[in-house]
């Protein structure tokens, strides 16, 4: 969770003993375009640590583990995994996550890696995922059903910056997640498409991307 709470963080902060510093931030409009899997797939399920906040469900054997944040110790429960294995213990045979409902936040947050970003780049990345499922499977192409954008697309970018909101209030890591929910319609218009570049002043500019279908 280091990496996202220093992509948004609004004020500088130590992680770990790391220190960051806010950055402008890019965002694309594909963050609206969420994905969905289909079958036997799950090669971006690897043996990642799974951490939950004390108030969310979580696994029976999750432990409770310290996490300083500006000098003071944060417990969230965690379940650690053996990075040797290839997959997430909870990926099934069938390529499905075994506790969906209760998967950690980390899991959630696919739709937002590589559409928020420091640097402007056209497209997301997949590469780390495009090899591994090379690996598994021998094809090339990666099968993920990307939608369109839609209302019901925002709601749930939406909830899920919500959500990254209560960890990074759990943290007492300023954040400039309030006010990229207030932007999220100003990456569409109409049939335009619109990135937005947000300064640390949390003041954003807008530029054409491309047309919507
Ligand atoms: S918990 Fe579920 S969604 Fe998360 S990495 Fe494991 S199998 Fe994938
Ligand atoms: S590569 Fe695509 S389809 Fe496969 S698990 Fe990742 S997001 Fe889902």
Redesign the pocket.
Known sequence: MGGYAALFTSKDFDFEGRKFSPTPLIISPLLLRT????LF?????KPVTLDYLPTETYPQEAQPRGIVVNEIKKIVYSVIQNEKQLFCKNLSTT?QCNIYSTRPLLCRL?PLVGRITKTDIKTVS?TK??R??LAITGERK????ISEISEANVMHINALLSHLQQWMCYFEIDSKIPRIQELLTYLYDDKKLYKLYIDNEMNYTRTFYGTRK
């Open positions: 994905c969905s899997c289909p797939c799950g090669a971006c399920c390529g696919a997949v995922a495009g591994l499922r990666l099968p993920c059903i």
